[in-house]
């Protein structure tokens, strides 16, 4: 084998490394975003608040969204009956997060309709507002 055959095996490697180190740091970074979102609802007094919320953080940081904050927000405000506040809430987290498509957000809050049979229909008029708002935030959004 020549040493320019050599040195290029170990320079492809070195590179093919450097990629697998790259995947590795953001599995564990979204790792301990989500040990981070439990550490927070396991030492939370509300712990159906806190368990709701974790379940929310949890998913969005599956599609590595940073700031789950102001989307668990935006449903507590909601619940509460504030649905102009929801929205605000919601595009909030939309801008922090840079983010254009809220399929990504509804999406991952859509699974979670494990919080009960009683809260199904409540979540589903939630989505259903948000991504109706979410239009509206994504136009302003892009004329920015």
């Not at 940081?61 to 102001?70: C, Q, Y």
Request: with cysteine; proline share 1%.
């Amino acid at each position: 084998m020549s040493t320019r055959s050599l040195a290029l095996i170990l320079a492809g490697l070195f590179l093919f490394s450097g990629c697998i180190v790259s995947s590795t740091k953001r599995k564990v970074r979204a790792g301990r975003r989500i040990a981070a979102h439990i550490h927070t609802a396991a030492t939370a007094k509300d712990r159906k608040t806190a368990t709701l919320e974790a379940a929310i953080a949890i998913a969005l940081s599956a599609k590595e969204v940073k700031e789950t904050r102001p989307f668990s927000e935006a449903f507590f405000r909601y619940r509460d009956g504030d649905s102009a506040g929801a929205a605000t809430a919601f595009c909030q987290g939309m801008m922090r997060n840079k983010i254009k498509n809220p399929a990504i957000v509804l999406g991952a809050m859509a699974a979670i309709t494990l919080v009960g049979e009683r809260n199904q229909l409540q979540w589903k008029r939630f989505l259903n507002l948000m991504l109706y708002e979410s239009k509206r935030c994504a136009r302003h959004y892009i004329r920015e």
